[in-house]
Each structure stands twice: as C-alpha cells, then as structure tokens.
C-alpha cells in the first residue's frame, strides 16, 4: 500500500496552503523557525547582559534595567527566566569585624537617629571594610550621603589606621566642599573617635555624630554589602594596586550607573542631579 505523501510529510500540505495564498516557500520555513524559537532566548539574553555589568542585580533591578532599555517585561517573567537558567546564584559575603571601640578617646551623641535628612551634604556616613588580597587584606575606607547614596569620597590601604580614614575624607572634602554643619556619622571605632580625625572635622566646621554601641551604621552597612557582594567577593586581587583599580571602577558604575532602590531606581548620580534641578 502506498503511503499518502501529505500523511508522510504533512508539511507539503501546509506549504501548499502557503503556496495558494502566494507566499514563497522560504517564509514558510521562517515562520517554522521562528515556532521552534524560546521566545525566553532573547530575554535571557539581555537578562544575562545586564548581569555582566551589574553581577549582583536581583529580578526586580534587572526588571528595571529593562524598562530603562526600552525593554518591558513584568518582573515575574524576568524571575521566572533567571531561575530557569540558574541567574540567580550569588556568592555570600564575608563578614569581618574592623571596628575597635575599646579606646579613651571622646564619643559623640547619635545625631542622625534624631534628624531628618532632607538634602544633599547635610549628613554624610563613615564607615571601614577589609578587603581580601592573595596573601592577606587591604582596607577600604568609604563616605557617603545619606541623601544622595553617593560615595563622596573613599580611600584604599595595607593598614587599618586613621590615615585611610582621613584621605577618604579629605577626598570628599575636596570634591564636595560642603557647607559648615554638616553632620559626619560614624561608629565609634578609634580610626573615627581619633584626635586627628576629629581636628579635621572641627577645622572644617563638621558635627560629630557617632552610632551608640551596638547600633548600626545601615547605610554604610548596606553600601559594603554591595561592594563585597558585587565587586570584591567575585575577584582574587593580587594587591593593594589591582583592588584599587576594581573598586575605583565599581565606585564609578555604582555611583553614576548602578540602580538604586531606595532612590525610585535611578543611579546616586542621577538622584542627585535630578534634585539640584528641581531646587533650582
């Protein structure tokens, strides 16, 4: 018994249909091509874009990188997608211990648990983290706005003294220039309890604020997290020089690219000029 050709190649049927209707048989096999294509592919493709640039964005930053590009798509999908494809794994960050409060020197009441922070340079956070290099550490001494979420200033070291302390802040200072009282917060560790970083302060007309024992310092806390987690955690600096070109380049994407959620999703940078513009 012969076996019916359209039984045998059902496709000679369907291109015939297409054939009828004066398509050509090549958009026919475009339109199979595109019926065996993921339409996942694509955004997996951008998802895994972004998280080239931005290792440690979760769903919904990614969701809004997208709308950003032009790209809309609900944040469920993008959940859904990253989890298929195993885009949702993230190294843990180490946690170390770089304050040491056991000294005599002056400590300063909690200002910022009793104001309410309105603008730009009105209180900036302080704050130290290590850094793993092959062989040991270095030490990372960052200040940052706590209205804009910018990084100020910041400073890299072998030693966890007051002098990487101290050039993070003269490196704010220079750049920023603010107005006398502003508030400086900090945890009471020696390198910020220290005479010669709170001479600096006085000089230039700075309040000493200081978290009380046991309180946390959560911007800054929030701030390392996504250093070490994005950044730090994903290298094996060989010293002092190589972990300060990556984190100069981190310091740089975060400020002026990253995506902030507290900010309504817009970098530190872009938060803050879109403020000075609607002061004006």
Known sequence: MMTDARHAHPELTVVRLWEAFSLSRSSFYEYKNNEDTDPDDELATEIETIIEEFVGYGYRRITRELARRKKKVNHKRVLRVMRERGLTHRKKPRRTTTTDSGHAHQRYPNLLAITQVLRPHQVWQADLSDVRVIGGFVYVACVLDSFTREIVGWSLSERLTADVALEALDNALLARC???GLIHHSDQGVQYACTAYT???KAEH???SMSRTGNDNARMESFFKTLKVEEVNL???TDLDEARQGIGAFMTL????????SLGYVPPAEFAAQ???AQR
């Open 178 to 180: 603010p107005s006398p």
């Open 199 to 201: 001479e600096v302060l």
């Open 206 to 208: 700075i309040v000493s």
């Open 235 to 237: 290298q094996e600096y």
């Open 254 to 261: 975060y400020n002026e690219r990253r995506l902030h959620s």
């Open 275 to 277: 403020d000075h513009q």
